[in-house]
Every structure is written in structure tokens, then in C-alpha cells.
């Protein structure tokens, strides 16, 4: 009897010090779980500093570039500006996603509702940074176009730091910088001038080095037709004896029109008779940029790529 009473007594005692391990461990496990959960990023940038939650999971992004990342690395987004959304990321304009405006005007009653983990904004939305950053986190992750490409690389390195994607966005990054390398020798052994202009609605303006689409020459190594363009954000109004007195041996055309729905359309006004006294038309180097990825989706991993390719199609 004494033997038998050994035996169940030493039995209860694995059961009970099992038990106590299996809930240590489920103790452990949801401790670890809960750490990873609120484990935060502090972002610091032009605008202050936010603090985010690791991988977040209702994402409002307001600049079209992150999108593209976003899209390109397999992040879902809960929110974005449904109105002039690039094609190639036509998918966002279903009713999955939440419309929160316009790229000028953000409906904050929208974005309130949706209670966001983090914001993402850019340029055109800079002046609404303390709307937006009471509402949620808020990163600014507009381009610097003197240095464009340590501010594209940062903002890269941001959203793999936010999402957990740090060893994809360096692969991606090194891929693009060869690229881009490859390209900048290609281009500066050609040594071809080039003007950049912007078409809208009839009137032209152009873009020089250290511009919001200096990319071309800084970056991609093109030369410059005129290197003293005045650096503004709507560029330097110009007129098409300009353009003949120039004379660039490329001429690159971005059609605002095509991205945000205009009526004239570039071509129609671009190739008139001062232009086609230019090397670049005689040539047949007037290259019309996809406004998508420079008018609209700059910056972003997808546009970086595409931008590079029609670039390298002009040498």
C-alpha cells in the first residue's frame, strides 16, 4: 500500500511540475509576444520626430513615392488620396482603401476615423504638419533635391526600419545604385546636354541641376544645357525661343497634363516650329518622361528604377 501511495504521489508531482512548465513557457511566450508588439522606432525628421509602433498596421501615406515602396516591399496601406493616384498603382483607387482626400487637401475627418498607427507625408503636405502629427504619428519623408540621392536613400532606409524590411530595402538599394552608376558613365561619356521642361496646360517652365527633376543631370549624369536655371519648385518660366537659343542635343518633356487630367497635352504645344530647329528634334531626341513616376511618384523604389530606364533610353 505504502509502495502504491510512493508511486502516486511521485506521479502527481510530474503532472503538477509539467503543468507549471507549460505555463511558465505560455507565460513566457505571450510576454514576448507583447514586447515584439510594442517594441516602437523613433524617426527623426525636417519636421520633429516620430515615435512609431514596429510594423504598423493602419498605414496613411499622402506621398506617392512611399506607396510605390509600400507596394513594391508587400506593405498594405489602410488609407491614401484617391485623386491623380499614378497608374501603375491603380489598385489603390478601390474601395478597400480608405479615401482620405486629396494630395492638397487631406480629409483629416477621415483619416481621424480610421485612427492610423502612422502617417506619412511629403512636400505637398508640409504646411499640415501639426494637423496631421496630432492625430497620429507623422513622417515627413520629402526629397532633398541638392542631395537626392542620400535623401531617397534615407527615406528608404526609414520604411525598412518602420516595417521590418531592412535586408530587402538594401538589396533594392544596391541594385539601384548600380544601375544608376552604370548609367552616370554611360551618360557623361556621351557628353549630351540636355534641358528639362515641364508642360502644363500651354505654358512651359524648365528645371535645371539641383531641381525637382535635377535627377537628370546630378544623379543620372546628363550634362546641362543651361546650368544657371533658377532652383524653384515650379521651375523657370521660359518660352520656346529659349528653348531654340539653348538648343539642347536632348530635349526632356514632362506632361503635368497626363497626371492630373489636363486638356492640352504637351506634344501639341512642344513641337512647334522653334523647336524643331533644335539638334534634339532634328535628332529625334525629344523624350516625353512618364509623368507618373516625375510628376507624381518620385522618390519611391518602383519609380527610382523606371525613371533610370527612360533615361538611359535617351543615350
Known sequence: MKKWSLIGFVFTMILVLAACGTKEQETSNTAASSEQSEEKVTIKHEYGEAVVEKNPKKVVVFDFGVLDTL?????????????????????????????????KEPDFEAIHALKPDVIFISGRQAELYDQFAEIAPTVYVGMDYVHYMDSFTQNMNTIGEIFGKEDQVASELKDIQASVDELNKKASAE?????????????????????????????????????????????????????????????????????????????????????????????????????????????????????????????
Request: glycine share 10%; hydrophobic share 35%; charged share 25%.
Open 71 to 103: 507596394d513594391e516591399l508587400g506593405i498594405d496601406v489602410t488609407g491614401v488620396p484617391q485623386t491623380a493616384i499614378p497608374s501603375y498603382l491603380k489598385k489603390y483607387a478601390d474601395k478597400k482603401y480608405t479615401n482620405v482626400g486629396s494630395l
Open 191 to 315: 557628353d549630351k546636354k540636355g534641358l528639362i521642361i515641364l508642360a502644363n496646360e500651354g505654358k512651359v517652365s524648365a528645371y535645371g541641376p539641383s531641381s525637382r527633376f535635377g535627377i537628370i543631370h546630378d544623379v543620372f549624369g546628363f550634362g546641362a544645357a543651361d546650368e544657371k536655371i533658377e532652383v524653384s519648385t515650379h521651375g523657370q518660366s521660359i518660352t520656346f525661343e529659349y528653348i531654340k537659343e539653348k538648343n539642347p542635343d536632348v530635349l526632356f518633356v514632362i506632361d503635368r497634363s497626363t497626371a492630373v487630367g489636363g486638356e492640352i497635352g504637351a506634344k501639341e504645344i512642344v513641337e512647334n516650329e522653334l523647336v524643331k530647329k533644335t539638334t534634339a528634334y532634328q535628332d529625334k531626341k525629344v523624350i516625353y518622361l512618364n509623368a507618373d513616376s516625375w510628376y507624381l511618384s518620385g522618390g519611391g523604389l518602383q519609380s527610382m528604377k523606371s525613371m533610370a530606364k527612360e533615361i538611359e533610353s535617351a543615350l
